[in-house]
Structures are given as structure tokens and as C-alpha cells.
């Protein structure tokens, strides 16, 4: 009897990777290698506040990101086999060679503008989903990235192939200091100066973040420190929102596929 257990063992090692990373994360965020200084600007008193970076995340840390898209990649790859199997039995090495879950942008192999759906079509004529019942392909179609038109490399989906692509076909992806969240608390009778140098994202070492005056009156900043893969569209997302959300799409398509067997 045809199951979807061989993807749910991918899911689940790659959850492990996942915590993993971010564990990774923790432990080079409690150490110095990224910190947040604190200096009286001269010519004002106004406190500044600065990231330090002595040292880049490890590159232990890329390599468990990489193992974690990896595994959750390929649960969606196990979860199409078990659905072709469920249908077809035995499957040839020709069939097996072609089936995948295809995920699909608005662009095609060379990065070049294209229609997803008319990509998307193709790849069910090239066998990406022999086998696999119409409703199912109906639901792995709805769940296309391309469906988002301009803005397709934000979906989860995609973020997932290409972090993919990137640890198969290059190199393990870079990551950089990341400042997630900053704001500046003040007590209720005081109103300082206060001036916000950059949003959230990828920092250097002496980057200026915030600027305030009243800190002899209590008023003082809170910052978020993270990592991020410092790659594409990618580079605006912290590990900690990066991660997770692709985890709990692939396991919310892996639960909703598993009722078509």
C-alpha cells in the first residue's frame, strides 16, 4: 500500500536541520563576534548606537540551511513518487527519472521572463506528474509561486528552490549579520531626539543604527540580532523567518497531498 512515509521521513529530517541552524544562530549570538555598542557622540551627548562585527557567521551554519532545503525539497519530490506509485504501481526508471514537484516561477531555466503557467503546463507534458491523480496536480498548481505575478521570488515555494539551486549547483549560501528589530523605549515624560540610521537587514561592522538623546533619563534602545542568507530577495529575511515558514509550507502540502493516495 502506497504511503507518503518516505517524504514525511524527509520532513522530519529536515525539521532537524532547521533547529539545528537555528541553534547554530544562537551560539554565534552569544558570543562577540556581533554585538551592539554604545558611544556619546561628542558634539551633542546624543548616545549612538553601532553594530560590531568581528567575525561572520560560521560556515557551519550554511551547510545545516543547505541540509535543511535539501530534505524539505525533497519531501515534496517523495510525496509526487508515492502518489504515482499509488496510481500506477511499479513504476519504470523512465517514469521515476521524470517525476518531481515542480515549482514554478515567472521565469524560466535561464532567469529570462516567462509565463509560469505555460511553464508549469509544460512540465506535466514531460512527465513531472505522471501518474499523479488531477486533483492533486489541480492542488500543486494552485500552490505555484508564479500565481503571485510580479513578486513570484517572495513566495515560500520559491524561496526554497532557490536556496536549493544555490547549495546544489554552487556553493553553500553566505550568510551576514542581521539586525531583525530595533525601537527605542522612553519613559512618559520624556521626549527625546531620536534618529533611526537603517531599517532591518543585513548589517557591517561599525554600521550607525540609532541616534537618541535622554539616556540620563531612562530612554534607551532594544535591538533583535539574527542571521540572514545574504542572497537575493533572500537577504531581507532573518534565519528565524526565513526557515520556519518554508518548514510549515511543506508540511501543510505534504499533509493536504497525503489525502490523494
Same mark, same amino acid.
Do not use: C
Given at each position: ?5 518516505? $517524504?514525511w521521513?524527509?520532513f522530519?529530517?529536515?525539521? %532537524?536541520?532547521? %533547529? $539545528? ?7 554565534? =549570538?552569544?558570543t562577540?563576534?556581533?554585538?551592539? +555598542?554604545?558611544?556619546?557622540? @561628542?558634539?551633542?551627548g ?11 557567521? @560560521? &560556515? ?10 535539501? /530534505?524539505l ?13 499509488? !496510481?500506477?504501481?511499479?513504476? *519504470?526508471?523512465e517514469?521515476? %527519472?521524470? =517525476?518531481?514537484f ?5 521565469? /524560466? ?18 512527465? &513531472? ?13 494552485? %500552490? !505555484? #509561486? ?6 513570484f521570488e ?20 553566505? *550568510? *551576514? ?7 527605542? +523605549?522612553?519613559?512618559? /515624560?520624556?521626549? #527625546?531626539r531620536?534618529?533611526f540610521h537603517?531599517?532591518?537587514? @543585513?548589517?557591517?561592522?561599525g554600521? #550607525?543604527?540609532?541616534?537618541? +538623546?535622554?539616556?540620563?533619563?531612562g ?32 508540511e ?8 490523494? =493516495?
Amino acid at each position: 500500500m502506497a504511503s507518503l512515509d518516505s $517524504a514525511w521521513l524527509k520532513f522530519n529530517r529536515g525539521r %532537524e536541520h532547521v %533547529e $539545528a541552524a537555528q541553534d547554530a544562530v544562537d551560539d554565534w =549570538l552569544g558570543t562577540d563576534a556581533y554585538t551592539i +555598542s554604545r558611544e556619546v557622540d @561628542p558634539q551633542t551627548g546624543d548616545t549612538v548606537r553601532r553594530a560590531q562585527v568581528q567575525a561572520d557567521p @560560521p &560556515r557551519r551554519i550554511s551547510l545545516l540551511i543547505g541540509d535543511a532545503v535539501y /530534505n524539505l525539497r525533497s519531501a515534496l519530490d517523495h510525496a509526487v513518487y508515492a502518489l504515482a506509485q499509488s !496510481q500506477l504501481g511499479t513504476l *519504470t526508471p523512465e517514469v521515476e %527519472e521524470a =517525476l518531481m514537484f515542480p515549482i514554478v516561477g515567472n521565469q /524560466n531555466s535561464k532567469g529570462q521572463p516567462a509565463d509560469g503557467s505555460v511553464i508549469f503546463d509544460d512540465a506535466v507534458r514531460r512527465g &513531472r506528474l505522471q501518474g499523479v491523480p488531477d486533483a492533486a496536480i489541480a492542488f500543486i498548481k494552485k %500552490e !505555484q #509561486p508564479y500565481h503571485w505575478k510580479p513578486g513570484f521570488e517572495f513566495h515560500w515555494l520559491w524561496t526554497l528552490h532557490e536556496l536549493n539551486r544555490i547549495d546544489k549547483h554552487r556553493r553553500v549560501a553566505l *550568510t *551576514t549579520a542581521f539586525l531583525d528589530f530595533q525601537f527605542v +523605549s522612553t519613559p512618559s /515624560n520624556v521626549e #527625546p531626539r531620536i534618529t533611526f540610521h537603517r531599517a532591518e537587514g @543585513p548589517v557591517e561592522d561599525g554600521d #550607525p543604527l540609532v541616534t537618541y +538623546s535622554g539616556a540620563d533619563e531612562g530612554v534607551d534602545a532594544q535591538f533583535t540580532r539574527d542571521v540572514a542568507v545574504n542572497e537575493g530577495v533572500m537577504a531581507g529575511y532573518s534565519v528565524e523567518r526565513l526557515l520556519p515558514p518554508i518548514q510549515q509550507r511543506v508540511e501543510w502540502i505534504t499533509t493536504v497531498l497525503a489525502n490523494f =493516495l
